[in-house]
């Protein structure tokens, strides 16, 4: 996948520049320039589309005030480039991003003089500072939206599409619903109706035959629906932690009771199913998780798998994981790890009511 995230502004001597970009160094001069080059139409302040041959941008023009600027306003242009299909729904996200950073420019008095940083020696040595600190903070920002791309455009595992399904409440109920055996069409329409917002049906059902979940089918006459796959989320024991006991049969000491501990009392309940979807579901969380899952991992090493946005959640994640054991820490040589001790599968199954 190929991906950029940049950020334009109008130098006044020189013209349309690239500020900066992330990843840093990963773009061509010539693709640099067309990019750029896109502030030389003219242009209204808002987002709009542009085609670069296989490359697809989402960008945003927009002005702050300035301070040094001829006519105090410092002209400016975010970018997102993927050679991916852009849906609406992506759109959609990328469009938050852009006006949260936008937001975050023009309640800054001062962010104007990131953008001096090619003419800072022209500046006495406070403003000098300062025009180091409000380029750093630019560049903090950018890097969210460089991460949160990533995110949004990387292929999801299977697990993650189904989870990302299953943490809606009225599509996890409706699958507890229709796992019990065949249900008259009528009959469910009007159970769902009573349930949840009747504006929610026709999206549920089109979700549940998209997939492949239901079939819709005549039986004695009559319309019925049937649940054709069976999805539940569950704990096992962490397959990577036995792997790594036997390299390290001294953590294996320290750990391994912490992991039986759990599953001497687990018992599987429609609760827990669905708090574990919705784990899966989480992109900050799934990234945590789907790292322990190779094993063991310094608790200070943790912050670096996540956007600097999302570290000052982490702790929080951590502790949210930690109440409902799904990991858990142990020191060693001391250090503190961070250790996964329920791992979550999510199974795909023929229905038990039809198997009967």
């Not at 301070?67 to 996200?93: C, D, F, H, P, Y």
């Not at 992991?259 to 899966?280: A, C, G, H, R, W």
């Amino acid at each position: 996948m190929k991906l950029f995230v940049t950020l334009s502004y109008f130098h006044s001597k020189i013209g349309p520049l690239i500020y900066c970009s992330f990843p840093e160094k990963a773009l061509d001069a010539q693709l640099m320039r067309k990019i750029a080059n896109l502030m030389d139409h003219p242009l209204d302040e808002g987002f709009f589309n542009y085609n670069f041959e296989d490359l697809n941008s989402m960008n945003y023009y927009f002005e702050i005030y300035s301070g040094w600027a001829r006519g105090g306003r410092q002209m400016l242009m975010l970018s997102v480039i993927v050679n991916q299909i852009v849906t609406k729904e992506r759109e959609k996200n990328v469009l938050s991003w852009f006006i949260e950073f936008i937001e975050k420019l023009q309640s800054n008095e001062e962010v104007y003089k990131a953008f001096y940083m090619y003419e800072k020696q022209k500046y006495d040595e406070k403003e000098q500072k300062n025009i180091e600190e409000n380029e750093k903070l630019v560049k903090s920002w950018l890097k969210e939206i460089h991460w949160a791309s990533l995110e949004e455009f990387r292929d999801k595992s299977e697990e993650e599409k189904i989870a990302s399904i299953f943490k809606d409440k009225e599509i996890f109920d409706t699958h507890e619903k229709l796992s019990k055996g065949a249900i008259a069409y009528d009959d469910f329409q009007k159970w769902f109706n009573e349930n949840f917002k009747q504006s929610l049906f026709d999206g549920v059902i089109k979700k549940f035959i998209d997939n492949q979940f239901v079939l819709i089918t005549e039986i004695i006459y009559e319309k019925h629906i049937l649940l054709l796959k069976e999805v539940k989320a569950i704990r096992m024991p962490p397959k990577s932690l036995i792997e790594h006991f036997d390299e390290s049969p001294k953590i294996s000491d320290l750990v391994v009771h912490k992991v039986k501990n759990v599953f001497d009392k687990y018992i599987p309940t429609k609760e827990d199913s669905f708090q574990l979807f919705q784990f899966i579901a989480d992109p900050k969380i799934y990234n945590v998780l789907s790292k322990l899952r190779t094993g063991p991992i310094l608790k200070n090493t943790l912050p670096n798998l996540i956007s600097e946005n999302a570290f000052t959640s982490l702790l929080e994640i951590l502790k949210i994981l930690k109440n409902h054991e799904i990991i858990d820490e142990f020191k060693y040589k001391k250090e503190i790890f961070v250790v996964l001790i329920a791992d979550i599968q999510i199974t795909t199954s023929f229905p038990e009511y039809l198997r009967k």
